[in-house]
């Protein structure tokens, strides 16, 4: 339990302040509840003795009043404290976590699920929220009440004493007893509730799939699964605590019991005034409210600990590498020197060397599957290589803070992901300080101003979840003005051009040319008339550069290129 504590303090972090706040008014509460209960001594006292009129009998009513003033205020600014503690905590570790996984290798996502990390952030901290600073609270001021209310007892009567001293000794054992038995389920019910998030998640991520090929039977099948598998867990959660929770009922009945008992004894056995008895007979329903809170606060204590090692988990991830410098070259040429990658075992890029000068376009070309994607997510340190290096302005792009190295590069992706959120905040994702001046200018140049003009909100329209609410080409041309507004030095097109219609095909050229003008360009192109233009070309098959040069160098000899123009141009009209 005190491991548990001590967990839980270390991942409050700095609202451990606000919790030990919290606790500070929890044990106020249990003062207030012991002036109540001498105010209640004194008013049968006055009743019995009626010695000095009615006075005494009014004065004993106001400490009670004075009693319950204190515990009510003292009450209001514990679960103030305590909900203050909950809530930032949570938030803290959400942003701890946002954080650390923007410094680990995009390799994290291929071998973890992405529902797991969302579980993670969402019900595993949820839960994380709303219990640890109550368990916190209630466990220290029940503990700490419940002993100054202990010490009370005894110096009043040492018989009632040693009975509660029994009553909270056997009550206590039980419940460790129960919260050592639940460390190994706790952690099966964390477990299954973030399963339960990651199959709802694969299942409406997926649902065009199920949609398309009536694939719900299996899309059913692994939700019901992880529906099983989370209520066989909090059964026997629930299972488990049922005996213990019924026993510490029962033992605290009995305590109550035996201390009406024993006042009822020690009055006829005239070892006890009357008002003594009275007060000890209504005390005995008081005296093990704070242990009894306590009690259930241990039950959740192993709940946390599960949560809490889940929540911890991300960021014990290992992070790239990021103790590089701020970038100062002038110069952004790109080199490859001997480049091995693998993910995971599959060893996908071979003895790759390249050079990319300052302000030039190269289009990496190949089969499908061939690498070009990689060498492009190894330029921006998505992935580090195995061996080798990858050089940005003369030197190893590792020798940059990652910070640093993605100022200096904009990437247009195949598949443009777009948040739910306002299209000029879209715009403005890279370049924050943007003004709306800028967003607009960027909107023009990427030939997208006229679409974002006639929609209802213009640049305040909100765009679905991943850009569900536009085609495929105002998604790219969006894409097009974020990089555009972000102006880097250097820029990634992947396939920048597939989404578009033959329509708008003309403006987003412009648009391209705008963005990619005075910059160093790497571009997967499978457009020739792009490729034909590129100052370099590489062709990539199987993981290693087979040919490489410019279109009329590549296409007078003999190779792989002049074997895919000559396909191609028979098959595809001139697309690569
Ligand atoms: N995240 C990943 N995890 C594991 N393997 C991957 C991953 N991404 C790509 N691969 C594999 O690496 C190889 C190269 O992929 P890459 O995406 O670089 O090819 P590409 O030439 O860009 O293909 P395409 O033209 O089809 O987009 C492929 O065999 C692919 O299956």
Redesign the pocket.
């Known amino acids: 339990m005190i491991k548990a504590i001590k967990d839980m303090i270390d991942f409050s972090g700095v609202e451990s302040t606000n919790i030990n706040k919290s606790i500070f008014f929890g044990v106020i509460v249990g003062i207030g509840r012991m002036i109540e209960m001498a105010g209640i001594y004194f008013i049968i006292t006055a009743i019995i003795t009626a010695v000095g009129g009615r006075a005494p009998a009014w004065q004993a009513f106001l400490i009670v009043l004075l009693g319950v003033l204190v515990a009510c205020f003292a009450k209001g600014h514990s679960q103030m404290e305590q909900t203050h503690a909950g809530y930032f905590m949570a938030a803290n570790k959400r942003i701890a976590i946002a954080d650390h996984i923007k410094t680990i290798p ?2 994290y ?2 071998e973890n699920s992405l529902g797991e990390l969302v579980g993670t952030m969402t019900t595993v901290i949820e839960n994380i929220e709303t219990l640890a600073p109550m368990v916190m609270v209630r466990l220290m001021d029940g503990l700490i009440t419940s002993f100054v209310m202990l010490a009370c007892v005894f110096i009043f009567d040492f018989r009632f004493g040693l009975t509660m001293l029994i009553v909270e000794g056997v009550y206590l054992i039980i419940s460790s007893r129960m919260e050592k038995k639940s460390q190994a389920v706790a952690p099966l019910r964390q477990d299954s509730e973030v399963k339960l998030v990651s199959a709802v998640l694969e299942w409406v991520q997926g649902m065009s799939i199920v949609k398309s090929f009536n694939l719900t039977g299996r899309g059913d099948k692994t939700i019901a699964e992880a529906l099983e598998y989370n209520r066989d867990s909090n059964t026997k959660l629930e299972a488990l605590y049922v005996p213990y929770t019924i026993s510490q009922k029962i033992v605290l009945q009995i305590g109550t019991f035996a201390l009406i008992l024993e006042s009822v004894i020690f009055y006829l056995n005239g070892t006890l005034s009357l008002a003594y008895t009275l007060m000890m007979i209504i005390m005995s329903f008081m005296v093990f409210a704070h242990i009894g809170s306590a009690g259930s606060a241990m039950a959740i204590l192993r709940l946390l600990t599960a949560s809490m090692e889940k929540a911890n988990k991300p960021e014990s991830i290992a992070k790239m590498d990021d103790a590089g410098e701020g970038y100062n070259s002038l110069k952004h040429d790109i080199e490859f020197k001997n480049v091995n990658f693998s ?2 075992k ?1 060893q ?1 890029l071979k003895d790759i060397s390249f050079t990319i000068p300052d302000k030039t376009s190269t289009a990496i070309v ?10 492009c ?1 190894l330029i921006s340190r998505f992935w580090d290589v195995d061996s080798g290096e990858v050089t940005m302005g003369g030197k190893n792009i590792k020798d940059y803070t990652l910070e640093a190295l993605m100022s200096q590069i904009s990437m247009v992706f ?1 598949n443009v992901y777009l948040f739910a959120d306002t299209i000029e905040n879209n715009i403005k994702f890279g370049s924050p300080n943007a003004t709306h001046e800028d967003v607009v200018r960027a909107a023009k140049e990427a030939a997208c101003d006229d679409f974002i003009e006639s929609l209802p909100d213009g640049y305040n329209t909100i765009i679905g979840e991943g850009g569900a609410s536009l085609s495929g080409g105002e998604r790219q041309r969006i894409s097009i003005a974020r990089a555009i507004l972000k102006d880097s030095p250097v820029i990634i097109l ?2 920048a051009t597939a989404n578009v219609d033959p329509e708008n095909e003309d403006r987003l050229q412009k648009a391209i040319a705008k963005l990619t003008e005075n910059k160093t360009i790497i571009m ?1 192109a499978h457009r020739l008339k792009t490729v034909r233009g590129a100052d370099q070309i590489l062709v ?1 098959d199987d ?1 290693r550069i087979v040919d490489r040069g410019n279109h009329e160098e590549l296409v007078a000899k003999e190779g792989l290129y002049r074997r895919f123009i000559l396909g191609r141009e028979e098959a595809e009209n001139w697309k690569i």
């Open positions: 995009m390799g996502f291929n993910y995971e599959k996908v190949g089969t499908s599957g061939s690498g070009k994607t990689t060498i997510n195949q992947d396939e997967i990539v993981g």
